[in-house]
């Protein structure tokens, strides 16, 4: 459904997005790898375990499972993690990003993209450590779930975007 002007009888056309983003953080293991690292650090633990076991060791048994269990815990926070990300929408009049943490808490910015520079920080070696939206004096950071490459590309596709904004709409004429 179209939103519709005050008079409520024509339609108004939304404005084009020139930008839209959503950054997550990367995981490299899915649940599948996951079971199989557990299944293994648990084996392994399990049968060295055992041997202390079998040697009279028996307190050693349990310190193994209670390895297993912190790296359980610490997958699972990692995983936990995993579920912030962020939004980054360009259109001509307004800049907006939108993060949302592993816990479910929302900020939001509204911006308007001819105030709006787009600043990094850059290593020699590396390339883009931090990417920073800057109006009014203000620095916003954005995209730090991305890696310096993944950076790169996205600061050149929202630069891009951001220089659209700022020149302004631009009319097609067919003939």
């Known amino acids: ?8 009888t024509e339609p108004v056309d939304p404005e084009p997005t020139l930008f839209s983003a959503i950054v ?15 299944a293994a650090v648990g084996g392994i633990s399990f049968v060295a375990g055992m041997v202390f076991l079998l040697l009279g060791a028996w307190p050693v048994f349990g310190f193994f499972g ?5 790296v359980y815990w610490a997958f699972r926070a990692n995983y936990r993690a995993a579920a912030a990300y962020e939004e980054v929408t360009v ?16 900020s939001e910015w509204t911006l308007n993209p001819l105030w709006v ?3 990094r920080e850059t290593h020699e070696e590396f390339g883009i450590e931090r990417l920073f939206l800057v109006s009014r004096g203000r620095r916003l950071p954005i995209a730090s ?29 067919l003939e």
């Open 1 to 8: 459904m179209m939103p519709r002007n005050g008079l409520g």
């Open 24 to 38: 997550t953080p990367h995981r490299s293991l899915g649940s599948v790898g996951f079971l199989i690292v557990m």
């Open 66 to 70: 209670l390895d297993v269990l912190l």
């Open 91 to 106: 259109t001509a009049s307004e800049l907006r990003v939108r993060k949302v943490s592993h816990r479910g808490r929302v």
């Open 117 to 119: 520079k787009l600043d």
């Open 145 to 173: 779930f991305l890696g310096p490459q993944e950076k790169e590309s996205f600061a050149a596709a929202l630069g891009a975007a951001i220089g659209e904004a700022k020149r302004g709409p631009t009319r097609t004429v």
